[in-house]
């Protein structure tokens, strides 16, 4: 193509986008017209007129702001058929003043072939073509034909083609994720429309988008299954709060805002369980044993008013803290297993102590956090209630002494507590995601969970629990797991919870790794599991992996340098350094230190945020990086007895380049890199 008909085509992609936004600014007037004259009507009236008035507040809230989400890259795809139609394709559906289309929601059935088209199965497309906007400007075109017979000789001149995934793909991380949906792929496709019912494991190895696929199927489910799922919610579950935040603008982006993001340690209202403890108290408490021991441990409480007075928290902090409790209660539990669960009153919670809280809270009712937050929920209510009232009674009296009402002195008192029960600002019974995130008991319409492998059993206990439907998407890869008490088998997991309804999609294309770095982690992998299968990467980056082995006494000192070295390279990237978890505090301090504006600790905006951050391989799950450097890989290997697969996890982070600096030798099964710094062969 020349460069004037490229010019030509953009000029006229540019004419129908700016057509786009206009529509978009009119349809975010009117609902913000509609919404000023829902907050602008009286606000007398009957209990069931306040309630309508609320509702159409919800409803009219969340339509400006699913507007005001889609700003960015509004369309980006066009689709020409072999009848001649064209749809433009885009994150939400418009259309113009007699309701035709102007846009069509990428969601919706015409939309799919936009994502499962191929040449040897065109699904009537002709041409499938995508946009590239910078804010509302067009700035690129990719052409795919897939039918070149149907196009004339004009529009022959008129293709354009670039890849647009690779284009994505070697783009610089933002320390968020982005959502995909311009360039997902068919087998991912095919996840994301895949049935409700049912549970759905999306089996995947690294960088095969198996997360942003899940946040695209919940999308995709609450558009086709909106009245279903909009009553109950969707419930998704990451594996930290780092990686909560890392994901919490995609479903935005797309439109979506009724979703409760939690970690497994957050799913009981008014307890955080993330307190740092022992592999092995964390492996005792998540075993299917605990089951009969919370059970003993309720069984053996006074009965009546103590019992009910008595909470969830109190129970555990008895249990633990008490060494003859704790022997009555869990008699198959061995005496090494019983001292790994004792700890002092007041410690805070653990994240696998907040399933043995949810299993006690089934047994005893609410747990202490729940009563607080209720009786705040209360007094807020009460004083706001005190507040009206007393402004009403000014109201009343001012009119009362200016002779605008004539009422009976015996009537004043009674007047004034109705009329400020007419008035009172109601306060909406808050969204389906603020209600579900409230309500322990609540069930959810579906229940998506990322890095699905490492819930333990008396995790998946209080998650089904939640979703008594078992309507559920579970992302995971068996070969990443770190702990000895996650999931071992999708089937020995469902068939337990979900007999004969669940099925598993593969996806088998690595669109984040590049093959130098796959061909590393594959050889991990291999010694890991044997039987697995190795993502393919789509793209090569001519960026070498690089190792080195330092003598301990400079291992400090060579770390530094490394991370100095490759922190220039990688430029405006994000650059991140993995190190150990039995050496996360020394190694943290040190490169603190020595490099200005490393970040570390817990605080998932500075993790996210920061140009080089310092993290440890659980911390580390589910992100992305441009370039990795990896600490001491042996001490990874030795910190668990699944150190392999936080190996293959660490090596797995990077989209460009990594680097490795080993305390000593490098352990054998990273044989495959070279030393040297990775420079572009």
């Not at 935040?245 to 009724?258: A, F």
Request: proline letters at 5%; a negative charge; hydrophobic letters at 45%.
């Amino acid at each position: 193509m020349t460069e004037s008909v490229l010019q030509q085509e953009m000029t006229q992609e540019q004419g129908y986008v700016t057509r786009l936004y206009e529509a978009l600014d009119r349809a975010r007037d009117r609902a913000a017209a509609e919404l000023r004259q829902v907050h602008g009507g009286p606000t007398t009236g009957t209990d069931q007129a306040a309630t309508e008035r609320d509702s159409f507040a919800r409803t009219y809230g969340a339509r400006t702001q699913q507007l005001m989400s889609v700003e960015r890259g509004l369309a980006f795809g066009r689709l020409d058929q072999v009848d001649g139609d064209r749809f433009y394709v885009g994150r939400l559906g418009l259309f113009d003043d007699d309701h035709d289309p102007l846009l069509v929601d990428w969601r919706a059935p015409v939309a799919q072939p936009f994502y499962r088209a191929t040449a040897a199965h065109p699904l009537g497309l002709v041409r499938r073509r995508h946009l590239r906007l910078a804010g509302r400007s067009v700035v690129g075109l990719d052409d795919d034909v897939l039918e070149l017979t149907a196009l004339d000789e004009a529009e022959r001149h008129a293709l354009v083609g670039e890849a647009s995934l690779l284009a994505s793909l070697a783009a610089s991380r933002t320390g968020r994720m982005s959502e995909i949906v311009a360039t997902i792929q068919a087998e991912q496709d095919a996840v994301i429309r895949a049935d409700l019912p049912g549970v759905l494991v999306v089996q995947g190895g690294p960088g095969t988008g198996k997360t942003v696929v899940a946040l695209h199927r919940a999308a995709y489910l609450l558009y086709t299954h909106r009245e279903q799922l909009a009553r109950r919610g969707v419930l998704v579950v990451g594996p930290n709060p780092t990686f909560l935040r890392y994901i919490e603008q995609v479903l935005p982006s797309l439109g979506e805002t009724e979703v409760v993001l939690s970690t497994v340690g957050q799913l009981l209202p008014g307890v955080v369980g993330g307190a740092p403890e022992p592999a092995e108290a964390s492996r005792v408490k998540g075993d299917l044993r605990m089951v009969a021991v919370v059970a003993r441990a309720v069984a053996s409480l006074p009965r009546g008013r103590a019992r009910r007075d008595l909470t969830p928290e109190h129970l555990l902090t008895l249990l633990w803290s008490s060494p003859e409790r704790l022997a009555a209660a869990a008699p198959e539990l061995s005496t090494a297993e019983r001292e790994a669960l004792r700890r002092p009153a007041g410690e805070p919670w653990s994240r696998a102590d907040v399933a043995l809280l949810d299993e006690a809270a089934e047994l005893i009712g609410e747990t202490e956090g729940a009563r607080r937050q209720r009786r705040q929920a209360d007094a807020a209510r009460a004083a706001a209630h005190a507040e009206h009232l007393a402004y009403t009674r000014e109201v009343v009296h001012s009119q009362l002494a200016a002779d605008q009402l004539t009422i009976d002195p015996l009537d004043v008192a009674p007047f004034i507590e109705l009329m400020a029960e007419r008035t009172e600002h109601r306060e909406a019974a808050g969204t389906i995601a603020e209600r579900a995130a409230a309500d322990r008991t609540w069930q959810f319409g579906h229940v998506i969970v990322d890095e699905a492998q490492e819930l333990s059993p008396m995790e998946w206990r209080m998650l089904v629990r939640r979703c008594r439907r078992r309507s559920m998407t579970l992302v995971g890869d068996l070969a990443q797991s770190g702990t000895d008490s996650g999931v071992q088998s999708w089937a020995e997991l469902l068939e337990q919870h979900a007999p004969g309804r669940w099925r598993v999609a593969e996806l088998t294309v690595s669109y984040r790794t590049p093959a130098e770095i796959m061909a590393v982690a594959a050889d991990v992998l291999a010694v890991v599991d044997p039987a697995a299968v190795p993502p393919v990467s789509a793209r090569w980056t001519g960026s070498v992996p690089w190792g080195r082995s330092v003598p301990s006494e400079q291992f400090g000192a060579a770390l530094v340098a490394a991370v100095a070295e490759e922190r220039e390279r990688t430029g405006d990237g994000r650059l991140a350094v993995v190190v150990p978890r039995s050496r996360r505090a020394e190694l943290t301090a040190l490169l603190t230190a020595a490099l200005p504006g490393a970040a570390s600790g817990t605080d998932p905006a500075q993790l996210l945020d920061a140009s080089l951050a310092v993290l440890d391989v659980e911390q580390s799950k589910g992100l992305e990086f441009d370039a990795v450097v990896i600490a001491d890989p042996g001490a990874i290997l030795r910190d668990s007895a699944r150190g392999g697969s936080d190996l293959y996890v660490a090596l797995t982070r990077p989209t460009q380049r990594l680097g490795v600096v080993a305390d000593g030798p490098l352990p054998e099964v990273l044989h495959g890199l070279l030393p040297g710094d990775g420079t572009v062969v």
